[in-house]
């Protein structure tokens, strides 16, 4: 079949428009934007899960051992040890960016559900991209921006104190 493309190069072409939208206005960037956050923050989220189940002791936490005061201890120190790197810092920076701007824009695309902010309908017309985002929700996104860059900042200032 000479006219079916294989599904490999479907799915990169579909990637390639989802996660480069270079051509794309401002309501593709934040579509983008929130999906990406999203499944960071989604990851982040069971990593951290499966962290803390071993810095509590694991799968062997169900099981009754006589030097379990120290086998805590252990594991703790060695999760810690493990964590305190500046990689997993500025991980966190990141996080605090993606759920600073996934919560701000999550509320404005909640919003926009209920025709808040939204404006009136125009007629469309010929040779015209149509605008699909009002100013507020313009401003909104914005300031979803500005909120995520502020939290992230402030993280690298908490963990790295650049801004002393």
């Known amino acids: 079949m ?91 920076a990141i996080i605090g960016f993606f759920v600073a701007f996934h919560t701000i824009n999550g509320i404005r695309l909640f919003l926009a559900h209920f025709g808040w902010g939204l404006g009136r309908p125009t007629r469309p017309e010929p040779m015209h991209r149509p605008q699909s985002m009002s100013p507020i929700q313009r401003a909104l996104f914005w300031a979803s921006i500005a909120f995520a860059v502020f939290a992230l900042v402030y993280t690298i200032d908490a963990f790295f104190g650049v801004l002393a």
């Open 2 to 92: 000479a006219g079916r493309r294989n599904g490999l190069a479907v799915l990169v072409e579909a990637l390639r428009t989802w996660l480069i939208p270079y051509r794309y206005g401002l309501e593709r960037w934040s579509y983008t934007l929130q999906r990406i956050s999203g499944v960071v923050i989604t990851l982040y989220f069971v990593a951290h899960i499966v962290e803390t189940g071993y810095v509590v002791g694991g799968p062997s936490v169900w099981t009754i051992r006589p030097d379990a005061q120290q086998y805590a201890e252990r594991v703790w120190t060695e999760t810690i040890k493990f964590l305190s790197n500046p990689l997993f810092d500025a991980g966190l």
